[in-house]
Nanobody
Framework: QMVLVESGGDMVQPGGSLKLSCVASGRTFSFYDMAWYRQAPEKERELVADIDRFGRSTNYADSVKGRFTISRDNEKNTVYLQMNDLKAEDTALYVC???????WGQGTQVTVFS
């Protein structure tokens, strides 16, 4: 089955930016709506953003709206999450997911420190 591998996580100061990438293996990436979730200790797993298979429609959690942008490039089998104006509360493991499947990446850690 398709395998997802995230990259781009790092430690940044508040107000900084990061761009996460999730690269999918195989030939079925464009069949899936994709999503970024995040998981922080002591918090529920949160859907951060998602994007339909065509890249036509996106949704964002209220907490990131206006700061984060999800996009995809089906020719590169990649979904991105551009994160701007990062805040301490954005600290989490960010995980890529193919909607309506059991396919998850391993995650990439984003840490926003003061």
């Amino acid at each position: 089955q398709m395998v997802l591998v995230e990259s781009g996580g790092d430690m940044v100061q508040p107000g900084g930016s990061l761009k996460l990438s999730c690269v999918a293996s195989g030939r079925t990436f464009s069949f899936y709506d994709m999503a970024w979730y995040r998981q922080a200790p002591e918090k529920e797993r949160e859907l951060v953003a998602d994007i339909d298979r065509f890249g036509r429609s996106t949704n964002y959690a209220d907490s990131v709206k206006g700061r984060f942008t999800i996009s995809r490039d089906n020719e590169k089998n990649t979904v991105y999450l551009q994160m701007n104006d990062l805040k301490a509360e954005d600290t989490a493991l960010y995980v890529c997911h193919a909607h309506y499947s059991n396919i998850w990446g391993q995650g990439t850690q984003v840490t926003v420190f003061s």
